[in-house]
């Protein structure tokens, strides 16, 4: 089936610095989003964003988080500042519409913070 | 706001036997959420395992069935026989776009480990 790829696989930084998550989404969707999973707690929605803004975002999606998809390139989630609350796998998504359709989800991006 | 619960934590079956695995739902706004379970092979990302849209409805794949009943609020995943490449971790999930917009609401997911 239809394939997200997120890199990297792991991050490890230290609490204060910058951390950019990269996702290439399937290459005819529309509609993208970040998901996190802190370790032993359910994936929880953190934003989705199409046609270059942010649709929806959680209570999860601090000040310090930011989305982006610089021309049609990568989809990133970019933390600035980092916190260690922070430490979590994230699972970046993309659907081609909303309603019905399927997210496909790649393979999460493992991050520490320190 | 709306949630999922399912089974918790990890569930051994041997092989060929059967299995369930207990989701429940509560949804708020009128209208019936969409529903589903998705799997996590080992090393690979979530894929789509099933979906039902409609209440009533049963979706299947791979031998796996889920029947949406909207009395009981479940979502129950079943297997009449599971082989060792079923081992993986299973989670439900759903969708309520009368409230809760585009985003998908998880279960915490269900660890199947399989025996030979």
């Known amino acids: 089936g239809p394939k997200v790829l997120q890199i990297p696989s792991h991050q490890i930084i230290d609490m204060g610095q910058m951390v950019t998550l990269n996702c290439d989404p399937v290459s005819n969707h529309l509609y993208f989003y970040w998901y996190k999973q802190i370790l032993g707690q359910q994936m929880e929605f953190l934003v989705n964003f199409y046609n270059g803004k942010v649709m929806e975002k959680s209570k999860l999606f601090k000040d310090q988080f930011s989305v982006e998809r610089p021309d049609g390139s990568y989809f990133t989630l970019k933390i600035q500042p980092t916190a260690l609350e922070d430490s979590a796998v994230y699972f970046c998504?993309?659907?081609f519409g909303t309603g019905k359709d399927t997210q496909y989800f790649g393979p999460g991006t493992r991050l520490l913070v320190l | 706001g709306d949630s999922v619960t399912q089974t918790e934590g990890q569930v051994t079956v041997s092989e060929s036997k059967s299995l369930i695995i207990n989701c429940t739902y509560s949804?708020?706004?009128?209208?019936?959420?969409?529903l589903f379970w998705y799997v996590r092979y080992p090393g690979e990302g979530l894929q789509l395992l099933l979906k039902v849209i409609t209440a009533g409805q049963k979706g299947s794949s791979r031998g796996f069935e889920a029947t949406y009943n909207k009395e009981a609020t479940s979502f129950h995943l079943q297997k009449a026989s599971v082989q060792e490449s079923d081992s993986a971790v299973y989670y439900c999930a759903l969708k309520n776009y009368g409230s809760s917009g585009n985003k998908l609401i998880f279960g915490i997911g269900t660890l199947l480990s399989v025996k030979p």
């Open positions: 998504a993309s659907s």
């Open positions: 949804a708020t706004s009128i209208g019936y959420p969409n």
